[in-house]
């Protein structure tokens, strides 16, 4: 084991893989300090770019964003008061309010370190588990490989949002967009509609933006103006230090809370994180100040969620069990590397499982000290126009979509995702389950098809099927139970906590219209696939079933409650995001633009839109950065070796 320690460290310690974590990691910080994109948008935005670097750079540049995401959304969380990440709430109400009273520099140095220590936490108990759970792996055979994708499928269906229903649809949508090409069992192509550039199904790069990346640019767009309304002043960092050391034991006893949460993946970061806020709140004796300004609400808080994130990569390495969403698209990563997660994962590349280690221990203490950095000048800045952004942020998502085949159908499949992703998020749908669903679909298959060969239905009688289908199982027992036990309890008058203000973005109030679309749109399309379905071949049909079955009764169900809901409550179908449709035309009408004048002439009437209109610029200074913006953007393809998009106009054949 020690000779596989040093030789990882020497394989990470070379110059283009150090450069590839550093670069994650300053990825990584940028989008977490950005509220509502966080983890999944940073290595969505990173994933096209890992194929152009060897497979250990890659996945270090990955490693670097998903490390340091927690530690950067604390500059938001505390300057601000708007957590990056649904994870950071707790952080949002005490590090606000702390920088209110002229401690920004109190909650964000304690948020620092607090982070780094949980990052550290998670780099040793992933390295202690490989060795402790590798033979445990080794001995597993594919019918327990499938229940535990299958129980990364169902956990992922809770890991956001409370409505467990819609969780599963979800993730049987996942499904149905990861089976879309090639089946691997038999000589059939699945949902392709007689394109060929279906046939080698979806690319996770896109998904993943197209999702998450492009539905969360269009509500902060559309939110228009600055990001904070003033910027914060800073302090020293020496009290900081010195509340660091007073908490210390409060950190630990939160990062072991954050790294169980991340050994289950249904926990998570967000709820680990409210649990170690809690656990600060019971251990302190005066708890009149949570609320308003409680360091050891950060502490607590900050321990947990780092340490969470990094323990993610347990499951997801040994049991192709994703904790979280940006675990999943790691997880996509390691497939497409060429890396089984599992026991040919420990038994053949050790090396690379303990490079994970190095490369997370490695950011997480880098990443604090590069906060410290640069935190003091991001505190001027926090006036700032999200439009700005938008602009160069767009270009980069189209450029890592076009990277995939180099054709208009990469952008227009990250268009209609993005709409997807957009409907899913205003009607208050989970996109997480999608994700880990569509990630999942191919393994699942795979392992069921050679179980069923292998073992025929006896598999569903072994010990180690039945002892992780009780992971399933024994949750939804206990929910039944206490959901019986809260309606026989009367309800509560006491008042309201902290929490309760603060949500997830996919918990947001709904808007009974999109609500009402998407669900709509949800049963067409699981009827329409489940009529595409009998016509192909039996072995062709398994995952596509399991998928497609399920989904259309529970979308058919969420459609039913939602009408019986609104002529129940006697309520009036509202669109209340109507603010966004004009920033969703825009991208939509940028996409319509490329396919037929191309990417050099459609971009630049984007830049004029988004600086001029939406960000209300100067045209002397739109002009001067949307010109840097527009050069970066070709530099961008020139790097990747790419030609931009030439537009339909240009290529059909000229009558003459």
Known sequence: MLENITTALGLLFEPMRLLALFAGMLAGMVFGMLPGLGGVAAVSILLPFIYLMDSYSGLAMLLGAISVIYTADTITSVLLGAPGSPASAPTAIEGHALAKQGKASLALGVGFLASMVGGLFGAMILSVAIPIAGPLVLALG????????????????????????????????????????????????????????????????IVALGLFAVAELIGMVASGGGIAGKPMTMGKWGESFREFWRSRWLIVRSSIIGIFGGFVPAVGASASTWIAYGHAMSSTKDKRRFGKGEIRGVAGAEGANNATVISDLVPTMLFSVPGGPAAAIFLGALFSFGFYPGPRMVSETPDLMYMIVWSVALASVMGAALCFAVTPYLARLTRINFALIAAPLLLIMVAGAYQGT???????????????????KNAGWPRAPVLVGFVLATPMEQYFWLTTQIHGFTWLTRPGVLIIASLIVVPMLLSMVRKWRTRKTPASTDSTSPADHITSDDEAPRDTAILLLASSLLLVTFAYALYEMLGFRSNARLMPALGIVPGLLLSLYILGRQ?????????????????????????????VAMWLIG??????????????KCAGMRLTSAALYGAIVYATAQGMFALMRLTPPAGSWFTLPMPW
């Open 142 to 205: 594919t019918p327990e490989l499938f229940m535990f994708a299958l129980v990364g499928l169902c956990f992922a269906a809770s890991m956001v949002g409370k409505d467990i229903v819609v969780g599963l649809a979800a993730a049987c949508f996942g499904i149905l967009l990861g089976v879309v090409g090639a089946a691997p069992a038999a000589a059939n192509y699945r949902f392709i509609f007689g394109q060929s550039y279906l046939m080698d199904g979806l690319s996770l790069p």
């Open 406 to 424: 180099q054709t208009f159908g990469d952008i227009l499949a990250l268009l209609v995702l993005g709409v997807i992703g957009w409907l899913m």
């Open 563 to 591: 009408l019986y809901r609104l002529r129940l409550q006697g309520r009036i179908i509202h669109l209340g995001s109507r603010q966004e449709l004009p920033v969703l035309a825009g991208i939509l009408a940028y996409g």
């Open 599 to 612: 990417f050099n002439l459609a971009t630049p009437l984007l830049l004029a839109w988004l600086l001029l």
